[in-house]
């Protein structure tokens, strides 16, 4: 069943790359269903995690056949 386009299925989330500009981040290990908006799981090459809130604002574009995901994050996120 085709989703409305800006929707995915999490097998669809989970892997991808993300990046903010140019800097690689890390990958998509899970995606956290949440009352307000999912969260991606993120896990950086350093083997940190972090959450990416799956919102407008944050998720700038995901481009599944590129295996990327362009991120602007909130200031102090990644502290």
Do not use: C, M, W
């Not at 993300?18 to 090459?45: C, H, M, R, W």
């Amino acid at each position: 069943l085709p989703l409305p386009e800006g929707h995915y299925y999490i097998f669809q989330i989970v892997g991808l790359s993300v990046y903010e500009g140019e800097q690689f981040l890390g990958k998509v290990t899970d995606v956290i269903n949440s009352p307000a908006n999912d969260l991606y799981l993120v896990e950086t090459p350093q083997k940190k995690t972090f959450y990416i809130p799956a919102v407008k604002d944050i998720v700038r574009k995901i481009d599944v056949e590129a295996g990327r995901i362009d991120v602007q994050l909130p200031f102090g996120l990644l502290e």
